[in-house]
């Protein structure tokens, strides 16, 4: 396991012939000079022959691909499986074992698979009646692993059903079932763990970027012969095989997350459990990993970047478990859409299979919803939290994370802030993350004149006590309005929350003052919707 | 918006195995809509429900909880302050009905009212527009269950259908409304009103269990 070291270099800092241009813009520009490219001189599998070498040709190719992940250069890579294997050390930096690397990998699952699932009987070995006959109450007894393992599948076969409904691809019957036999598998290699809810999610977004790239390679290969490389890396009957080989080494990272296994957290020397004065209810009796760690992103990591939303969020008695767990698990999977979400994925990898950078993202993701927050009651808090809204810009995000973490070695980004019509989230429970995602890109930007005194209004609303039930917007408020106009609002770090907002002519055109990324702000014009770094 | 009207908050959770439907429920409960294709819950969820209750305003603050968090420590966060529970099992699968009673002493084990009691659970028997072949055909004894298990009542209900849910609902909220006004009056048992009878339709039966 490689952490790989920005300490001297930041992460964000560009490749020479990359100077001086947003990654994504340039990724945009490479783009479309490369469809210009395709149609009149090169050929498709030209432009794809390019790109791999572009990916891995370098001598320093992985510190580049590294970056490359982090800057979110990956967004619409035909590589981006190749990639991701290197960043959880499926493969290895050295090229002239990946071939021999996948061999072996899809061999070791190959034989998983017959043990579990194409022929368990084989793997028993046991042909004894005594002890296998369908009556048998031996635990090593065949039947009774059948019996077993038909709960488990039956277990897993509900998750899958439910995993992305809305993406045609996931309601493909042999999606399907690979899915179920990739995590039937993990669990019966895992047997303390076997199958908890979430790894189906986890999983998921590694089936579809294998299948993604091998669509792209597909096509490509039609032109031409690809490399010895790319037909094995990449070749599609080995789809499962390498999407379990990803999976098992993404959860060794993320398994204690799932794990259930309680243990009494550490306190401080002196403190006993029982005579901690004011005990949270999140502070007493054992616990889990995962709930161990987002206490510790909230009591540390927010308190030290922003103590009054700390202090905001311990009154209101919002345990992070309550929020935090399904961010931790899924990696944020619920929270972005899929395409920001891969963006999102590659970063983590990249940065490092340890995932460290998770508590970052988790912080950042805070802190962008911080303003709403501390304007906000326990009922409006917890819709907010939960029903997360849609991020202008995924990338931003990603630079927030790394400036939390390093602030040294990583430019401050401007500060950005989520703004929006609060009764929103104060009449309406569920259902938001659908409909607000689903309209992300037309959403109308007009609610910055509002927002400023709406907050200020909201101040006032705090209750005193969580589930509060005083200031709460009109009953029956059916929203039938647009869905939250989604307008993250720029505002330097000095200006004080109560000033009114900048308008949207204003937004483009201002100076910021530490923004050491102008010309990206510029540049992000030309995309889709105004993004603000 | 500051006209008079009291207002009551009340927090219910939604407990019960994996896939027996409870975000269903939800969702058919607060936006009157069904789909097949709700995600698995992860952790926890919660949606907002307002009621105009006579001349009061009633929100409910619905806690769905993953079937997988029974487990442990975990439920006592999510349990906090509630004053009311759906249990959910899947009438079409055994093996769900059969965890009810462990949710029911995780709940009860984790969470008591000021006075001692347990909170108001209702028993859902979800998905009763499938074809089911156990206890629920039963009714005597499934109110002999709930007797024996402390619950206030039990419901056969269909999220997918439409059945039930509402009636489910208001039910626990009358059976929240006069625990809570037995907290505060701190009177003696059994002042609840009978007008609990006046929607007594369906194929539900429940008594009350606040002795």
Not at chain 1, 481 to 496: K, N, T
Not at chain 2, 55 to 73: M, P, Y
Not at chain 2, 76 to 99: H, L, N, Q, W
Not at chain 2, 179 to 193: A, G, Q
Request: charged share 25%.
């Amino acid at each position: 396991m490689q952490h790989p070291n920005f300490e001297t270099q930041h992460p964000l800092q560009q490749d020479e012939q990359e100077m001086g241009y947003d990654p994504l813009q340039n990724y945009y520009n490479r783009n479309r000079d490369r469809g210009s490219l395709d149609s009149a001189v090169e050929s498709t599998f030209q432009s794809y022959r390019k790109e791999w070498d572009h990916l891995f040709q370098n001598s320093n190719y992985l510190a580049r691909i590294r970056r490359a992940g982090i800057n979110g250069r990956l967004r619409s890579s035909r590589f981006r499986s190749v990639c991701w294997k290197l960043y959880l050390d499926v493969l290895s930096e050295d090229k002239t074992q990946w071939i021999s690397r996948t061999k072996v990998h899809r061999a070791q699952y190959e034989k998983i698979k017959e043990t579990h699932i194409t022929n368990p009987r084989k793997a028993a070995g046991q042909h004894d009646l005594v002890v296998n006959n369908p009556l048998s109450q031996d635990e090593g007894s065949l039947w009774n692993k059948f019996f077993q393992d038909k709960e488990l599948r039956v277990m897993i076969k509900q998750d899958v059903l439910r995993t992305f409904p809305e993406m045609l691809y996931f309601q493909e019957e042999d999606v399907r079932t690979k899915l179920t036999d990739i995590l039937f598998c993990y669990a019966r290699e895992n047997e303390r763990l076997l199958y908890k809810q979430g790894m189906h999610e986890l999983l998921a977004p590694i089936v579809f970027v294998l299948h993604c790239d091998h669509q792209a390679f597909q096509h490509a290969s039609e032109t031409a012969n690809p490399s010895e490389e790319m037909k094995v890396l990449l070749d599609p009957k080995f789809h499962e095989h390498d999407a379990y080989a990803m999976f098992s080494l993404l959860m060794e990272t993320a398994e204690p997350w799932f794990s259930s296994f309680e243990r009494e957290v550490r306190q401080g020397k002196e403190e006993m459990l029982t005579s901690i004065p004011f005990a949270r209810p999140q502070d007493s009796g054992p616990s889990v990993a995962i709930v161990t760690k987002v206490n510790r992103i909230q009591d540390q990591l927010v308190k030290k970047h922003d103590v009054e939303l700390y202090m905001h969020l311990n009154r209101l008695e919002i345990a992070p478990q309550i929020y935090g767990i399904r961010w931790v698990r899924l990696l944020f999977g619920r929270e972005f859409p899929l395409q920001d979400l891969l963006v999102v994925w590659d970063a983590l990898f990249a940065d490092s299979i340890t995932l460290d950078l998770v508590d970052y993202v988790f912080v950042a993701m805070l802190l962008y919803i911080r303003d709403a927050l501390i304007a906000s009651n326990f009922q409006t808090c917890l819709g907010l939290l939960m029903h997360y809204p849609p991020i202008g810009d995924i990338h931003s995000l990603l630079l927030k994370a790394l400036f939390l973490r390093d602030p040294k070695n990583n430019p401050r980004p401007v500060n950005y802030q989520f703004q929006q019509n609060l009764d929103y989230y104060k009449t309406r429970g569920a259902d938001l993350v659908n409909k607000t995602r689903a309209s992300t890109k037309a959403a109308p930007l007009n609610i910055n004149k509002v927002s400023s005194s709406l907050l200020n209004f909201g101040r006032k609303l705090i209750a005193p006590m969580g589930g509060g039930s005083s200031g709460i917007s009109p009953i029956n408020n059916e929203v039938i309005s647009a869905p939250p106009p989604q307008a993250p609002v720029p505002r330097p770090l000095a200006e004080p929350p109560s000033c009114t907002a900048p308008s949207n002519t204003q937004m483009k055109s201002q100076p910021f003052p530490q923004t050491h990324h102008q010309h990206r702000l510029l540049k992000s014009e030309s995309l889709p919707q105004p993004q603000l770094k | 918006m500051q006209n008079n009207r009291k207002e009551h908050l009340y927090k219910i959770l939604v407990i019960g195995d994996l896939g027996v439907g409870k975000t269903s429920i939800i969702k058919r409960y607060v936006h009157q809509t069904y789909s097949t294709n709700y995600r698995a819950t992860i952790g926890v969820d919660f949606a907002l429900k307002v009621l105009n209750w006579d001349s009061e305003t009633v929100r409910l603050q619905l806690w769905d909880i993953a079937g997988q968090e029974r487990f442990g420590n975990m439920t006592r966060v999510y349990y906090r302050e509630a004053m009311g529970a759906f249990i959910v099992f899947d009438v079409t699968r055994p093996t769900t009905f059969e965890a009810v009673s462990k949710w029911k002493e995780d709940l009860d084990s984790k969470l008591t009212l000021s006075n001692g009691q347990s909170i108001a659970t209702v028993l859902l028997a979800n998905k009763c527009d499938q074809k089911r072949d156990f206890l629920t055909n039963n009714s005597l004894k499934m109110d002999q269950y709930c007797k024996e298990n402390g619950f206030v009542g039990w419901f056969e209900t269909s999220a997918r259908e439409n059945i039930n849910i509402n009636e489910a609902a208001n039910f626990l909220v009358k059976h929240i409304i006069a625990s809570e006004n037995d907290i505060l009056k701190s009177v003696v048992p059994d002042t609840i009103s009978p007008q609990l009878n006046s929607d007594k339709e369906m194929t539900c039966s429940y008594w009350l269990s606040l002795d």
